[in-house]
């Protein structure tokens, strides 16, 4: 059974690009969660998108934006990357109505140069 | 408290010290609390889930409690070693199902 898969795994973007990150949630989780991880900072909250839509938001400005797809994965995109958005991105899966919290991928990470 | 905090932010103590920190969570609609440990290149581990006022659950040298009346959780490390350095995530999940984390204690254990 799978878990959380985020692709890629690496990425260097230039300042000013744009970036797309996907994820394939665990089987039969339907909500997917993104957090950034900036060196020597805890994880912050993104957002979430259940049912295709957003449902929670982190403070992250608009630059930041996700979908997700009927299968359930989801991408995160940034635009007019800064350097500041250098960071690890994690996707994690939950379930709807299960107690039993989020399943983490291994992350992307991002280096914007 | 309307949103999931933690403290302290981060913590440096030495090998062998026993260490405890806090989740403060909203107490209303309180479903279920979480507690994850990332360390630094590595996807969060789930520690811990917790549902009922008083529950307490122990994995080796790491306990957790939990009162769902006042809205706070604790985590305790005995002995800390090492290994032990990472974040450590608090979520609470409400009525609703939506899950929201804590910004994490950070600790740092030295030899």
Sequence with gaps: DAGVTQSPTHLIK?????????CSPKSGHDTVSWYQQALGQGPQFIFQYYEEEERQRGNFPDRFSGHQFPNYSS???????????SALYLCASSSRGSIYGYTFGS??????? | ILNVEQSP???HVQEGDSTNFTCSFPSSNF????????ETAKSPEALFVMTL???????GRISATLNTKEGYSYLY???????DSATYLCASTIANND?????GTRLTVKP
């Design chain 2, 77 to 83: 490390i005995k002995g800390s070693q090492p290994e």
């Design chain 2, 53 to 59: 006022n008083g529950d307490e659950k122990k994995k």
């Design chain 2, 99 to 103: 899950m929201r984390f804590g910004a």
């Design chain 1, 75 to 85: 991408e995160l995109n940034v635009n007019a990357l800064l350097l500041g958005d």
């Design chain 1, 14 to 22: 230039t300042r000013g690009q744009q970036v797309t990150l996907r």
């Design chain 2, 31 to 38: 479903y279920a609390l979480h507690w994850y440990r990332w």
């Design chain 2, 9 to 11: 932010q981060s913590l």
């Design chain 1, 107 to 113: 992350g992307t990470r991002l280096t914007v140069v």
